[in-house]
């Protein structure tokens, strides 16, 4: 069974730092991208970051320089390093994994964690 659960979320003060953490199971995790999107109420859900399989990240303009994402393939876990928040920050983080092959893609989502910016 596929699982994907983040943890690491709650309440931070403006300028503050999480590491929000993603253990995977029950797929091959070291062959897949995986990425963080967010959603803040009345907002569409958005990239945040993404790692491939061979270690390539990307990041959304507004976070590269406060977020990283690294992956610890041996623990099937990504995480993702935000400092510097923003109450704008504030919002459900997903950890999403992907792969696509030639003839199938697989995609599966978590289940989310909150992360509250606010003094």
């Known amino acids: 069974q596929v699982q994907l659960v983040e943890s690491g979320g709650g309440l931070v003060q403006p300028g503050g730092s999480l590491r929000l953490s993603c253990a995977a199971s029950g797929f091959t995790f070291s062959s897949y991208a995986m990425s963080w999107y967010r959603q803040a109420p009345g907002k569409e859900r958005e990239l945040v970051a993404t790692?491939?399989?061979?270690?390539?990240?990307n990041y959304a303009d507004s976070m590269k320089d406060r977020f990283t994402t690294p992956r610890d393939n041996a623990k099937n876990t990504v995480y993702l390093q935000m400092n510097s928040l923003k109450p704008e920050d504030t919002a459900v983080y997903y950890c999403r994994a992907r792969r696509r092959l030639v003839y199938r893609e697989y995609d599966y989502w978590g289940q989310g964690t909150q992360v509250t910016v606010s003094s």
């Open positions: 790692i491939t399989s061979t270690g390539s990240t």
